[in-house]
């Protein structure tokens, strides 16, 4: 006897049905981006809440801040919890995530060296209720450690991202998302994104972003005016010298001065 004939794809079943080379539709909630052209290629049009986003680059912390600051912003003010930094390469300067939406009070920064401890760190802040977003620099995790983020990310709802070297686009990754940032050669005052994951088509040509916002472009501009002219006021700045101005503080509220009470996070501060 025959199989009985199917139709492989009712009208009712294909609407549910992604094809491949379709954009995908987010199956959970998003956060924008706050880049409108990197919106526009993103499932659901932003990242994705509950899921690993991994960002691939030479420098590890290089546009980092640029790519993720108004998204971090937006989880913060949703969520009133902080976002934890684990094993950032350098102090975030206060001041200029301040001036861009970010409030340094929201800033816990877990401090270590070691790999397992900061798999742990990233782990244990995951699964606290109070945290808006984990960002975490993990060079030397395994396909298994990162799975296991992914799941506890999921668990909870959180904003999760993974900032790992170049070299690893080589390999497997359980991220949900995965870009690989980089300055442009042509013109260093953009940034190029190459999405090497995401559930719809390859994306054929970079997505470009400006290096700095309007803003902080702008307060850059004013502080060289101002220093020049101070400059020029003392005797010491020669005539149509360029001078440039930097940050030299940074203010970061540190996972042992959070009083947010007891929970999860208070353990995290041994592995500093």
Known sequence: MGLPFLNSFSAAAGRGVW?????????????????????????????????????????????VWRLLLPALAQAVQARGGPVVLIGAPYEPCGPSLAAQGLPVEALMWVRSDAPASRLWACEQALRCADVSAVLAWLPQARVGELRRLQLAAAQHDVLLFVCRPESAAQGASPARLRLQVESCEADSSQIELRILKRR???????????????????????????????????????????????ATTATVVRIDAWKGGPNALDRIAVVA
């Open 19 to 63: 094809h491949a080379d379709e954009l995908g539709l987010a199956d959970a909630q998003v956060v924008a981006t706050g880049h409108a052209a990197l919106d526009a290629e993103l499932p659901g049009g932003g990242w994705p809440v509950g899921a690993m986003t991994e960002l691939l680059q030479t420098a590890p912390e290089a546009h």
């Open 200 to 246: 719809g088509p390859p994306l054929a040509a970079p997505v470009m972003l400006p290096a700095r916002n309007e803003r902080m472009a702008a307060l850059l501009a004013a502080a060289r005016v101002r220093r020049k002219l101070r400059l020029q006021q003392q005797g010491t700045a020669a005539a149509g010298e360029e001078t440039t101005s930097t």
